[in-house]
T-cell receptor, first 109, second 117 residues
Framework: SQQGEEDPQALSIQEGENATMNCSYKTSINNLQWYRQNSGRGLVHLILIRSNEREKHSGRLRVTLDTSKKSSSLLITASRAADTASYFCAPNRDDKIIFGKGTRLHILP | GAVVSQHPSWVICKSGTSVKIECRSLDFQATTMFWYRQFPKQSLMLMATSNEGSKATYEQGVEKDKFLINHASLTLSTLTVTSAHPEDSSFYIC?????????????FGPGTRLTVL
């Protein structure tokens, strides 16, 4: 199994700004997934990037993957109040997902 | 995207009773489901991997006799917390792996909040 480590642990930005969070992992992967969790709720699947992809977009989300550095980043552009949540990365090697502590994102009005 | 449901969404029970939580994949088949537990302000902790038609695989430190898992069909897994105690109060979340998805994406349910009095 794999565990992703998110950085920073907490991030506060003004509404409208871009938010960037990073993920590092230790061994080879097949793909990497990003999830969002609003307080007291389940996880929402945001985006999946395969190991042979370097960048992927979905709406205001941009994910990059650098397998040589074993790292990924999630960029949220033009942040909104509704983006306030915890974000988790999930490096996947066709195995169970072990979650790190996540990044707690807070969008300030 | 694929949908995973959980029932109930919340439950309050007395100490010593057993509680069953259901996890269903609504529009896809899931040979593998996972059960997580989350305490306030903490990350999700994997409890066990549930495989359809076979015994669940539990993570280290998780009591299999206390947390009974049954995965009787390709769309349903159940977690039974037996003889629940206040320390079992937590947020329980399941996920299901969509094998029909080329990437084996894992989709999560909305969670079940258990409070043991």
């Amino acid at each position: 199994s794999q565990q992703g480590e998110e950085d920073p642990q907490a991030l506060s930005i003004q509404e409208g700004e871009n938010a960037t969070m990073n993920c590092s992992y230790k061994t080879s992967i097949n793909n990497l997934q990003w999830y969002r969790q609003n307080s007291g709720r389940g996880l929402v699947h945001l985006i999946l990037i395969r190991s042979n992809e370097r960048e992927k977009h979905s709406g205001r989300l941009r994910v990059t993957l650098d397998t040589s550095k074993k790292s990924s980043s999630l960029l949220i552009t033009a942040s909104r109040a509704a983006d306030t949540a915890s974000y988790f990365c999930a490096p996947n090697r066709d195995d169970k997902i072990i979650f790190g502590k996540g990044t707690r994102l807070h969008i300030l009005p | 995207g694929a949908v995973v449901s959980q029932h109930p969404s919340w439950v309050i029970c007395k100490s010593g009773t057993s509680v069953k939580i259901e996890c269903r994949s609504l529009d896809f088949q899931a040979t593998t489901m996972f059960w997580y537990r989350q305490f306030p302000k903490q990350s999700l902790m994997l409890m066990a991997t549930s495989n359809e038609g076979s015994k669940a695989t539990y993570e280290q430190g998780v009591e299999k006799d206390k947390f009974l898992i049954n995965h009787a069909s390709l769309t349903l897994s159940t977690l039974t917390v037996t003889s629940a105690h206040p320390e079992d109060s937590s947020f329980y979340i399941c996920s299901a792996r969509d094998r029909g998805d080329w990437a084996d994406t894992q989709y999560f349910g909305p969670g079940t909040r258990l409070t043991v009095l």
